[in-house]
């Protein structure tokens, strides 16, 4: 039974990715059959690029359909013609000290977060980015309101009223 180890050395030297060298030391298994090799010296190979490691965007909100079929609704309205999608932020106000802001966008501002769900595009203030990142924003229609509600994993506290939160 071969090791794993000796395997890799050897399909590495026969694809010529590297060679054992003078300075590779080569032992021998338990069985005596099989070369190991505890080092190698890289073969440079121009064809072989090095490998990215490739990583998935997340979006950093969750905005549920019915939030999204909502912010359809007042895209689709008289004030919001023309919007690319709605802007959220947050603004230092508030009994709790941080409160949610939601806004047109009119135009890509420059350094904001774009995101899309639900065919809506919803931008993000870099400032508030560190606030709102794994929140789920949610429009609830009660008998006595309709809003959106965001639920922030990061926020320490609300006030009663629901306005405000802190971090």
């Known amino acids: 039974m071969t090791s794993l180890l000796s395997q890799v050395a050897r399909r590495a030297i026969q694809r010529n990715i590297f060679r054992p060298t003078t300075k590779s030391l080569m032992v021998r298994t338990a069985d005596r059959n099989e070369p190991r090799f505890l080092s190698a010296i890289p073969q440079q190979d121009e064809s072989l690029s090095p490998r990215r490691r490739s990583t998935k965007n997340l979006n950093p909100i969750v905005v ?8 359809k609704e007042l895209l689709h309205s008289e004030n919001g013609k023309g919007a690319l999608g709605i802007r959220l932020g947050v603004k230092r106000r508030g009994c709790n000290g941080l409160s949610y802001t939601l806004n047109y966008a009119f135009e890509k501002p420059p350094k904001d977060e774009e995101m899309e769900a639900h065919g809506i595009k919803v931008f993000i203030e870099p400032m508030a980015l560190f606030n709102v990142v794994g929140t789920t ?14 639920s922030n994993p990061n926020s320490k506290g609300e006030c009663g009223c629901g306005e405000s939160f802190n971090v």
């Open 64 to 71: 549920t359909e019915s939030a999204a079929n909502r912010i």
């Open 137 to 150: 924003m949610d429009w609830e229609e009660t008998e006595l309101s309709s809003e959106f509600t965001f």
